[in-house]
Protein backbone atom coordinates (compact mmCIF):
# COMPACT_ATOMS: atom_id res chain seq x y z
CA UNK A 1 0.00 0.00 0.00
CA UNK A 2 2.93 2.30 0.54
CA UNK A 3 4.71 2.32 -2.43
CA UNK A 4 1.44 2.49 -4.57
CA UNK A 5 0.54 5.43 -2.38
CA UNK A 6 3.42 6.98 -0.33
CA UNK A 7 0.62 9.39 0.93
CA UNK A 8 -1.21 6.87 3.22
CA UNK A 9 -1.63 7.98 6.63
CA UNK A 10 0.09 5.99 9.22
CA UNK A 11 -3.29 4.99 10.92
CA UNK A 12 -3.98 3.23 7.53
CA UNK A 13 -0.84 1.57 7.74
CA UNK A 14 -1.21 0.00 11.36
CA UNK A 15 -4.61 -0.67 10.85
CA UNK A 16 -3.40 -3.21 7.80
CA UNK A 17 -0.38 -4.03 10.04
CA UNK A 18 -2.93 -5.18 12.82
CA UNK A 19 -4.94 -7.38 10.47
CA UNK A 20 -1.52 -9.07 9.12
CA UNK A 21 -0.39 -9.64 12.20
CA UNK A 22 2.71 -7.22 11.73
CA UNK A 23 4.53 -5.89 13.74
CA UNK A 24 4.62 -1.92 12.82
CA UNK A 25 6.78 0.82 14.10
CA UNK A 26 6.20 3.98 12.10
CA UNK A 27 9.48 6.28 13.03
CA UNK A 28 11.37 3.41 11.90
CA UNK A 29 9.57 2.34 8.82
CA UNK A 30 9.56 6.08 7.64
CA UNK A 31 12.65 6.51 8.27
CA UNK A 32 14.27 3.36 6.52
CA UNK A 33 11.88 4.21 3.46
CA UNK A 34 12.37 8.18 3.29
CA UNK A 35 13.34 8.14 -0.18
CA UNK A 36 9.88 6.28 -1.86
CA UNK A 37 8.41 9.93 -1.89
CA UNK A 38 10.89 10.77 -4.36
CA UNK A 39 11.06 7.90 -6.04
CA UNK A 40 7.18 8.08 -6.84
CA UNK A 41 6.83 11.54 -7.50
CA UNK A 42 9.74 10.88 -10.11
CA UNK A 43 7.65 7.88 -11.60
CA UNK A 44 5.20 10.75 -13.25
CA UNK A 45 7.61 13.31 -14.31
CA UNK A 46 9.92 10.76 -16.37
CA UNK A 47 10.83 11.48 -20.05
CA UNK A 48 10.05 8.89 -22.97
CA UNK A 49 12.95 7.95 -24.60
CA UNK A 50 13.99 10.10 -27.86
CA UNK A 51 14.88 6.57 -29.74
CA UNK A 52 14.60 3.20 -28.91
CA UNK A 53 17.01 0.83 -31.40
CA UNK A 54 16.36 -2.43 -31.72
CA UNK A 55 18.72 -5.52 -32.76
CA UNK A 56 19.14 -8.92 -33.74
CA UNK A 57 16.38 -11.20 -35.90
CA UNK A 58 12.88 -10.79 -35.88
CA UNK A 59 11.21 -14.00 -34.86
CA UNK A 60 7.87 -13.34 -35.03
CA UNK A 61 7.03 -14.49 -31.30
CA UNK A 62 6.19 -11.32 -29.69
CA UNK A 63 4.02 -10.13 -26.59
CA UNK A 64 1.05 -9.02 -26.64
CA UNK A 65 -1.45 -7.05 -23.89
CA UNK A 66 -1.10 -9.70 -20.52
CA UNK A 67 1.59 -11.51 -21.96
CA UNK A 68 4.25 -12.97 -18.94
CA UNK A 69 7.82 -11.61 -20.24
CA UNK A 70 10.99 -12.36 -19.03
CA UNK A 71 13.98 -10.24 -19.56
CA UNK A 72 17.74 -9.49 -18.96
CA UNK A 73 18.44 -5.79 -18.80
CA UNK A 74 21.22 -3.53 -17.76
CA UNK A 75 20.83 0.16 -16.10
CA UNK A 76 23.93 2.30 -16.41
CA UNK A 77 24.97 6.30 -15.96
CA UNK A 78 25.87 7.41 -19.08
CA UNK A 79 27.94 10.61 -19.83
CA UNK A 80 27.71 11.58 -23.86
CA UNK A 81 30.81 13.55 -23.78
CA UNK A 82 33.61 11.04 -23.33
CA UNK A 83 31.51 8.11 -23.30
CA UNK A 84 31.85 6.72 -19.98
CA UNK A 85 29.32 4.53 -17.93
CA UNK A 86 28.30 3.50 -14.68
CA UNK A 87 26.40 0.64 -13.67
CA UNK A 88 23.45 0.98 -11.14
CA UNK A 89 21.68 -2.05 -12.14
CA UNK A 90 21.31 -5.14 -13.48
CA UNK A 91 19.45 -8.46 -13.86
CA UNK A 92 19.59 -11.73 -15.97
CA UNK A 93 16.27 -12.29 -15.69
CA UNK A 94 13.18 -10.17 -14.48
CA UNK A 95 9.24 -11.23 -15.06
CA UNK A 96 6.13 -8.81 -15.37
CA UNK A 97 3.08 -8.55 -17.17
CA UNK A 98 2.33 -6.46 -20.26
CA UNK A 99 -0.29 -4.30 -19.40
CA UNK A 100 -0.95 -4.04 -15.67
CA UNK A 101 1.79 -1.28 -15.24
CA UNK A 102 4.44 -3.27 -13.59
CA UNK A 103 7.24 -1.27 -15.18
CA UNK A 104 7.96 2.02 -16.05
CA UNK A 105 6.06 2.69 -18.89
CA UNK A 106 9.00 3.29 -21.59
CA UNK A 107 10.36 -0.40 -20.70
CA UNK A 108 6.84 -1.65 -21.41
CA UNK A 109 6.99 0.28 -24.34
CA UNK A 110 10.15 -0.97 -25.68
CA UNK A 111 9.37 -5.15 -24.78
CA UNK A 112 6.27 -4.53 -26.40
CA UNK A 113 7.80 -3.36 -29.90
CA UNK A 114 10.20 -6.90 -29.32
CA UNK A 115 10.44 -10.43 -30.28
CA UNK A 116 11.86 -12.96 -28.25
CA UNK A 117 16.24 -12.75 -28.89
CA UNK A 118 15.90 -9.38 -29.56
CA UNK A 119 17.59 -6.22 -27.71
CA UNK A 120 17.14 -2.99 -27.15
CA UNK A 121 18.79 -0.12 -26.23
CA UNK A 122 17.48 3.66 -25.08
CA UNK A 123 18.59 6.64 -23.26
CA UNK A 124 15.84 8.28 -20.65
CA UNK A 125 16.54 12.21 -19.02
CA UNK A 126 17.64 11.57 -15.62
CA UNK A 127 15.32 10.77 -12.81
CA UNK A 128 15.76 13.02 -9.04
CA UNK A 129 19.74 12.16 -7.99
CA UNK A 130 18.27 10.68 -4.84
CA UNK A 131 17.16 7.46 -6.68
CA UNK A 132 20.25 7.34 -8.86
CA UNK A 133 22.69 7.62 -5.85
CA UNK A 134 20.17 5.20 -4.19
CA UNK A 135 20.65 2.69 -6.77
CA UNK A 136 24.44 3.18 -7.17
CA UNK A 137 27.11 0.67 -6.59
CA UNK A 138 29.55 3.67 -6.31
CA UNK A 139 28.20 6.56 -5.27
CA UNK A 140 30.83 8.21 -5.31
CA UNK A 141 31.43 7.76 -9.25
CA UNK A 142 27.78 8.38 -9.87
CA UNK A 143 27.95 12.01 -8.18
CA UNK A 144 30.98 12.70 -10.54
CA UNK A 145 28.85 11.86 -13.46
CA UNK A 146 25.71 13.68 -12.05
CA UNK A 147 27.63 17.00 -11.90
CA UNK A 148 27.86 16.79 -15.66
CA UNK A 149 24.95 18.52 -17.43
CA UNK A 150 25.32 15.67 -20.46
CA UNK A 151 24.54 12.84 -18.39
CA UNK A 152 21.73 10.29 -19.25
CA UNK A 153 20.30 6.95 -18.03
CA UNK A 154 20.83 3.86 -20.56
CA UNK A 155 19.13 0.76 -20.74
CA UNK A 156 19.92 -2.20 -22.28
CA UNK A 157 17.36 -4.97 -22.55
CA UNK A 158 16.77 -8.12 -24.05
CA UNK A 159 13.46 -9.91 -24.35
CA UNK A 160 14.45 -14.09 -23.05
CA UNK A 161 10.77 -15.78 -23.42
CA UNK A 162 6.91 -14.47 -23.85
CA UNK A 163 4.32 -16.78 -22.34
CA UNK A 164 0.94 -16.00 -23.72
CA UNK A 165 -1.79 -14.67 -21.95
CA UNK A 166 -3.46 -17.05 -19.90
CA UNK A 167 -7.46 -17.44 -20.68
CA UNK A 168 -8.84 -16.65 -18.43
CA UNK A 169 -6.36 -13.49 -17.77
CA UNK A 170 -8.31 -12.51 -20.73
CA UNK A 171 -11.69 -13.17 -20.39
CA UNK A 172 -11.40 -11.80 -16.94
CA UNK A 173 -10.26 -8.57 -18.13
CA UNK A 174 -13.56 -8.42 -20.82
CA UNK A 175 -16.61 -9.90 -18.96
CA UNK A 176 -18.14 -9.63 -16.07
CA UNK A 177 -19.11 -11.65 -14.39
CA UNK A 178 -16.02 -13.89 -16.05
CA UNK A 179 -17.12 -16.14 -18.71
CA UNK A 180 -16.42 -18.81 -16.58
CA UNK A 181 -19.11 -18.03 -14.58
CA UNK A 182 -21.57 -17.25 -17.05
CA UNK A 183 -21.03 -20.94 -19.10
CA UNK A 184 -22.22 -22.51 -15.44
CA UNK A 185 -25.11 -19.81 -14.77
CA UNK A 186 -26.15 -21.12 -18.58
CA UNK A 187 -26.05 -24.56 -17.44
CA UNK A 188 -27.67 -24.04 -14.15
CA UNK A 189 -30.62 -23.07 -16.14
CA UNK A 190 -30.38 -26.25 -18.66
CA UNK A 191 -30.72 -28.05 -15.47
CA UNK A 192 -33.53 -26.19 -13.91
CA UNK A 193 -35.49 -26.31 -17.23
CA UNK A 194 -35.21 -29.96 -17.83
CA UNK A 195 -35.62 -30.95 -13.77
CA UNK A 196 -32.35 -33.12 -14.40
CA UNK A 197 -31.60 -35.20 -11.96
CA UNK A 198 -28.09 -36.57 -13.12
CA UNK A 199 -25.33 -35.09 -14.63
CA UNK A 200 -21.95 -35.55 -16.13
CA UNK A 201 -19.54 -33.53 -16.75
CA UNK A 202 -16.82 -34.62 -19.42
CA UNK A 203 -13.40 -33.20 -19.20
CA UNK A 204 -14.24 -31.68 -15.67
CA UNK A 205 -10.58 -30.72 -15.06
CA UNK A 206 -9.96 -29.71 -11.18
CA UNK A 207 -13.75 -29.62 -10.59
CA UNK A 208 -14.57 -26.07 -11.10
CA UNK A 209 -18.14 -26.71 -12.75
CA UNK A 210 -19.27 -29.21 -10.37
CA UNK A 211 -18.06 -27.29 -7.56
CA UNK A 212 -19.85 -24.15 -8.58
CA UNK A 213 -22.88 -26.11 -9.53
CA UNK A 214 -23.16 -27.00 -5.68
CA UNK A 215 -23.58 -23.17 -4.56
CA UNK A 216 -26.72 -23.21 -6.86
CA UNK A 217 -30.34 -24.72 -6.00
CA UNK A 218 -31.04 -27.12 -8.62
CA UNK A 219 -32.82 -31.05 -9.20
CA UNK A 220 -29.48 -32.51 -9.62
CA UNK A 221 -29.28 -36.12 -7.44
CA UNK A 222 -26.02 -37.71 -8.69
CA UNK A 223 -23.12 -35.67 -10.09
CA UNK A 224 -19.96 -37.57 -12.17
CA UNK A 225 -16.96 -35.67 -13.11
CA UNK A 226 -14.68 -37.77 -15.65
CA UNK A 227 -11.08 -36.73 -16.55
CA UNK A 228 -7.57 -38.13 -17.68
CA UNK A 229 -5.27 -36.13 -15.26
CA UNK A 230 -5.19 -37.64 -12.11
CA UNK A 231 -3.84 -34.51 -10.53
CA UNK A 232 -6.45 -32.39 -11.84
CA UNK A 233 -9.14 -35.21 -10.21
CA UNK A 234 -7.47 -35.45 -6.99
CA UNK A 235 -8.03 -31.91 -6.30
CA UNK A 236 -11.57 -31.82 -7.87
CA UNK A 237 -11.79 -34.24 -5.35
CA UNK A 238 -10.35 -32.59 -1.89
CA UNK A 239 -12.93 -29.40 -3.46
CA UNK A 240 -15.71 -31.34 -3.92
CA UNK A 241 -15.54 -33.55 -0.85
CA UNK A 242 -15.14 -30.31 1.48
CA UNK A 243 -18.17 -28.91 0.10
CA UNK A 244 -20.44 -31.62 0.25
CA UNK A 245 -19.68 -32.06 3.39
CA UNK A 246 -20.80 -28.79 4.78
CA UNK A 247 -24.42 -28.74 2.39
CA UNK A 248 -27.39 -29.97 4.90
CA UNK A 249 -30.21 -32.40 3.09
CA UNK A 250 -32.36 -28.86 2.83
CA UNK A 251 -30.22 -27.18 0.98
CA UNK A 252 -28.63 -29.99 -1.78
CA UNK A 253 -30.36 -32.41 -2.99
CA UNK A 254 -27.14 -34.23 -3.98
CA UNK A 255 -27.17 -37.91 -2.66
CA UNK A 256 -24.37 -39.31 -4.55
CA UNK A 257 -20.73 -38.07 -6.06
CA UNK A 258 -18.18 -39.84 -7.98
CA UNK A 259 -14.76 -38.93 -10.05
CA UNK A 260 -13.74 -41.19 -12.89
CA UNK A 261 -10.09 -41.31 -14.18
CA UNK A 262 -10.80 -42.05 -17.87
CA UNK A 263 -10.52 -40.70 -21.71
CA UNK A 264 -13.87 -39.42 -22.69
CA UNK A 265 -13.73 -40.95 -26.13
CA UNK A 266 -14.18 -43.99 -24.42
CA UNK A 267 -17.62 -45.61 -23.81
CA UNK A 268 -18.40 -46.31 -20.16
CA UNK A 269 -21.68 -48.02 -19.59
CA UNK A 270 -22.02 -46.79 -16.32
CA UNK A 271 -22.65 -43.20 -17.68
CA UNK A 272 -25.33 -44.38 -20.16
CA UNK A 273 -28.34 -42.39 -20.40
CA UNK A 274 -27.57 -39.44 -17.58
CA UNK A 275 -30.43 -36.37 -17.75
CA UNK A 276 -27.72 -34.02 -18.54
CA UNK A 277 -23.88 -34.53 -20.04
CA UNK A 278 -21.60 -31.63 -20.11
CA UNK A 279 -18.23 -30.60 -21.96
CA UNK A 280 -17.53 -26.84 -21.57
CA UNK A 281 -14.68 -25.11 -22.87
CA UNK A 282 -12.37 -29.46 -23.19
CA UNK A 283 -12.75 -30.48 -26.91
CA UNK A 284 -10.29 -27.59 -27.84
CA UNK A 285 -7.97 -28.90 -26.13
CA UNK A 286 -8.00 -32.23 -28.17
CA UNK A 287 -6.90 -32.34 -31.81
CA UNK A 288 -9.74 -32.02 -34.25
CA UNK A 289 -9.94 -36.24 -34.65
CA UNK A 290 -10.97 -36.99 -30.93
CA UNK A 291 -13.09 -33.94 -30.75
CA UNK A 292 -15.07 -35.89 -33.39
CA UNK A 293 -14.52 -38.93 -31.75
CA UNK A 294 -15.84 -37.87 -28.47
CA UNK A 295 -18.89 -36.55 -30.24
CA UNK A 296 -19.48 -39.62 -32.08
CA UNK A 297 -19.26 -41.94 -28.75
CA UNK A 298 -21.09 -39.67 -26.65
CA UNK A 299 -24.18 -39.34 -28.83
CA UNK A 300 -24.26 -42.99 -30.11
CA UNK A 301 -22.84 -45.07 -26.56
CA UNK A 302 -23.58 -42.64 -23.86
CA UNK A 303 -26.95 -40.85 -24.89
CA UNK A 304 -27.96 -38.20 -22.56
CA UNK A 305 -30.96 -36.66 -22.86
CA UNK A 306 -29.16 -33.06 -23.29
CA UNK A 307 -25.33 -32.73 -24.30
CA UNK A 308 -24.30 -29.29 -23.76
CA UNK A 309 -20.87 -28.67 -25.54
CA UNK A 310 -19.02 -25.36 -25.23
CA UNK A 311 -15.93 -24.31 -27.26
CA UNK A 312 -13.97 -20.45 -27.76
CA UNK A 313 -15.09 -18.87 -30.99
CA UNK A 314 -12.26 -17.97 -32.95
CA UNK A 315 -13.74 -15.20 -34.49
CA UNK A 316 -14.58 -13.27 -31.19
CA UNK A 317 -10.27 -13.43 -30.69
CA UNK A 318 -10.44 -10.33 -32.50
CA UNK A 319 -11.91 -8.55 -29.56
CA UNK A 320 -10.03 -10.16 -27.18
CA UNK A 321 -6.72 -9.91 -28.62
CA UNK A 322 -6.86 -6.35 -30.97
CA UNK A 323 -5.71 -8.83 -33.49
CA UNK A 324 -7.58 -9.88 -37.24
CA UNK A 325 -8.59 -13.44 -38.10
CA UNK A 326 -7.42 -13.24 -41.70
CA UNK A 327 -4.00 -13.53 -42.85
CA UNK A 328 -2.69 -9.98 -43.55
CA UNK A 329 -0.58 -9.03 -46.63
CA UNK A 330 2.33 -7.46 -46.88
CA UNK A 331 0.68 -3.46 -46.22
CA UNK A 332 -1.16 -4.68 -43.63
CA UNK A 333 0.59 -5.10 -39.65
CA UNK A 334 -2.39 -6.09 -37.64
CA UNK A 335 -1.48 -9.49 -36.09
CA UNK A 336 -3.33 -12.39 -36.83
CA UNK A 337 -5.73 -13.99 -33.99
CA UNK A 338 -3.58 -16.24 -31.90
CA UNK A 339 -5.54 -19.54 -29.45
CA UNK A 340 -6.87 -18.13 -26.39
CA UNK A 341 -4.13 -20.86 -24.86
CA UNK A 342 -1.37 -22.27 -25.96
CA UNK A 343 -2.72 -25.60 -25.24
CA UNK A 344 -5.42 -25.30 -27.74
CA UNK A 345 -5.01 -27.78 -30.85
CA UNK A 346 -7.70 -26.14 -32.62
CA UNK A 347 -10.35 -23.02 -31.95
CA UNK A 348 -13.24 -22.61 -34.62
CA UNK A 349 -15.30 -20.19 -35.83
CA UNK A 350 -18.91 -20.30 -35.69
CA UNK A 351 -19.45 -21.98 -38.94
CA UNK A 352 -16.67 -24.84 -38.34
CA UNK A 353 -18.58 -25.59 -34.93
CA UNK A 354 -22.44 -25.49 -36.60
CA UNK A 355 -21.39 -27.84 -38.99
CA UNK A 356 -19.59 -30.25 -36.56
CA UNK A 357 -22.70 -30.11 -34.29
CA UNK A 358 -25.14 -30.37 -37.09
CA UNK A 359 -23.74 -33.49 -38.79
CA UNK A 360 -23.61 -35.09 -35.36
CA UNK A 361 -27.16 -34.25 -34.32
CA UNK A 362 -28.33 -35.41 -37.68
CA UNK A 363 -26.37 -39.01 -37.27
CA UNK A 364 -27.65 -40.02 -33.72
CA UNK A 365 -31.26 -38.25 -33.94
CA UNK A 366 -31.23 -35.73 -31.76
CA UNK A 367 -32.36 -31.78 -32.15
CA UNK A 368 -29.81 -29.56 -31.98
CA UNK A 369 -29.75 -25.57 -30.46
CA UNK A 370 -27.09 -22.82 -30.69
CA UNK A 371 -26.34 -20.23 -27.72
CA UNK A 372 -23.50 -18.53 -26.19
CA UNK A 373 -22.14 -16.32 -23.32
CA UNK A 374 -20.13 -13.42 -23.59
CA UNK A 375 -21.31 -10.80 -26.65
CA UNK A 376 -24.53 -11.63 -28.65
CA UNK A 377 -25.77 -13.58 -31.13
CA UNK A 378 -26.71 -11.21 -33.41
CA UNK A 379 -23.78 -8.58 -33.14
CA UNK A 380 -20.43 -9.17 -34.82
CA UNK A 381 -18.31 -11.36 -34.01
CA UNK A 382 -21.16 -13.22 -32.05
CA UNK A 383 -20.57 -14.93 -28.51
CA UNK A 384 -17.02 -15.69 -27.29
CA UNK A 385 -17.88 -18.95 -25.79
CA UNK A 386 -20.20 -20.72 -28.74
CA UNK A 387 -22.83 -23.63 -26.86
CA UNK A 388 -23.95 -25.81 -29.09
CA UNK A 389 -26.97 -27.86 -26.73
CA UNK A 390 -28.34 -31.21 -27.96
CA UNK A 391 -31.58 -32.93 -27.40
CA UNK A 392 -32.31 -36.89 -27.70
CA UNK A 393 -35.49 -36.96 -29.70
CA UNK A 394 -36.28 -40.29 -28.47
CA UNK A 395 -37.23 -41.56 -24.81
CA UNK A 396 -36.21 -45.21 -25.13
CA UNK A 397 -32.83 -46.28 -24.50
CA UNK A 398 -31.55 -49.74 -25.62
CA UNK A 399 -30.11 -51.62 -23.14
CA UNK A 400 -25.89 -51.53 -23.44
CA UNK A 401 -23.75 -54.25 -22.66
CA UNK A 402 -21.65 -53.56 -19.29
CA UNK A 403 -18.83 -52.11 -20.60
CA UNK A 404 -16.17 -50.51 -17.70
CA UNK A 405 -13.24 -48.29 -18.94
CA UNK A 406 -13.30 -46.02 -16.33
CA UNK A 407 -11.59 -46.17 -12.59
CA UNK A 408 -13.49 -44.52 -9.53
CA UNK A 409 -10.96 -42.30 -7.74
CA UNK A 410 -13.14 -40.95 -5.23
CA UNK A 411 -16.86 -41.58 -4.06
CA UNK A 412 -19.09 -40.18 -2.09
CA UNK A 413 -22.47 -40.82 -0.85
CA UNK A 414 -24.61 -38.83 1.73
CA UNK A 415 -26.21 -42.23 3.57
CA UNK A 416 -22.34 -42.63 4.50
CA UNK A 417 -22.15 -39.00 6.04
CA UNK A 418 -23.26 -38.73 9.88
CA UNK A 419 -26.08 -36.93 10.79
CA UNK A 420 -25.47 -33.47 12.75
CA UNK A 421 -25.92 -33.06 16.19
CA UNK A 422 -28.59 -30.64 16.90
Known sequence: MFFENPNVSSEKLNLLAENLDIHFTPRYFFKEFALCHSMHNNKAAENEPSLI????????????????????????????????????????????????????????SAVAQMAIGQSAYF??????????????????????????????MEYHITLLQVTEPLEERMEQA???????????????????????????????????????????????????????????????????????????????????????????????????????????????????????????????????KILIVSTPNYEYNVILQGCTTEDPDEKNQTQVCKFRNH????????????????DLAATHNYGLDFSGVGGAADVEPGFASQIAIFRRREDNLTNMESDNHYVPIWEWNRENIPPKEQ
Open 174 to 304: QFSPPLSKQRVEFAVQQIKESSAASLVDFGCGSGSLLDSLLSYPTSLEKIVGVDISLRALTKAAKLLHTKLNKLSESSSKIKYAVLYDGSITKFDSQLHGFDIATCLEVIEHMEEEEASLFGEVVLSFFRP
Open 123 to 152: QVDLPSDEFILAAAVDSGSALSLLSSQRCK
Open 343 to 358: DHKFEWTRAQFESWAA
Open 53 to 108: DITGENSGATPSNGSLVCISYSVSLFREEDSIKESLESCKEFEFEIGNEAVLPYIE
